[in-house]
């Protein structure tokens, strides 16, 4: 069963208007973390924001802010004023920590493109 | 820059020819972890490290091979490489479960 899912496989968005990438997860695991990744065209993967299960606010870093719905079980990423260069493939990750070992799992991604 | 390089950075090679891929990390972090990329897939896991000589298998393991000798460097053979294993593969380092995964540049790899 995917344990991530991105249903977006790709958006347009307006430079400096504000954007809603999507993210649902999948697990019984009370304890885990979610991530948000970012990966321009150059190719590398940079770490954007992350939210844990047991956090009571949304993350925010930046431009950069997570809508966390936990009985929805999704991890929307909000980025506010778009930028040309926002404009990138963008991944939802989770970890399931309760087991102590495990890795992240990664959703398909999502790729944003600003329009100006 | 989160001190991970990967070597080489691009290669193409043959059906059925042994690859060595190398991830060389300067944080002297415990988690190292190798990812494929491919179109339509996202990131997949391949195998990762807890610590020296202390592996485990990922979701696409099969015909991938690992070694970590050192803390420093986490080395993804194929054994005989297949035209299937033709992708972008990702090495990550982690300090540990609880925080983030830092990516090196990537390895384009070719295989004809």
């Known amino acids: 069963a995917q344990k991530i899912t991105q249903t977006q496989p790709g958006m347009f968005v307006q430079e400096k208007e504000a954007v809603t990438l999507d993210c649902t997860y999948d697990?019984?695991?009370?304890?885990?973390?979610l991530f948000w990744y970012k990966q321009p065209s150059s190719g590398e993967m940079i770490f954007l924001i992350y939210?844990?299960?047991?956090?009571?606010q949304n993350a925010t870093e930046g431009r950069y802010s997570l809508n966390f719905q936990k009985a929805r079980k999704s991890a929307n990423l909000v980025i506010s004023a778009s930028q040309l260069g926002d404009s990138a493939m963008y991944f939802c990750a989770m970890r399931e920590r309760s087991e102590g070992n495990t890795p992240l799992v990664f959703g398909k991604g999502t790729r944003l493109s600003v329009i100006a | 820059d989160a001190g991970i390089t990967q070597s080489p950075r691009h290669k193409v090679t043959e059906t059925g020819t042994p690859v060595t891929l190398r991830c060389h990390q300067t944080?002297?972090?415990?988690?190292m972890y190798w990812y494929r990329q491919d179109p339509g897939h996202g990131l997949r896991l391949i195998h990762y490290?807890?610590?020296?000589?202390?592996?485990d298998k990922g979701e696409v393991s099969d015909g991938y091979s690992v070694s970590r000798s050192k803390t420093e460097d986490f080395l993804l053979t194929l054994e005989s490489a297949t035209s299937s294993q033709t992708s972008v593969y990702f090495c990550?380092?982690?300090?540990?479960?609880?925080?983030?995964?830092?990516f090196g540049p990537g390895t384009r790899l070719t295989v004809t």
């Open positions: 990550a380092i982690s300090p540990g479960l609880s925080y983030e995964q830092y």
């Open positions: 697990t019984s695991d009370p304890s885990y973390g």
């Open positions: 939210q844990g299960s047991y956090d009571q």
């Open positions: 944080e002297n972090h415990r988690y």
């Open positions: 490290s807890y610590g020296v000589k202390d592996t």
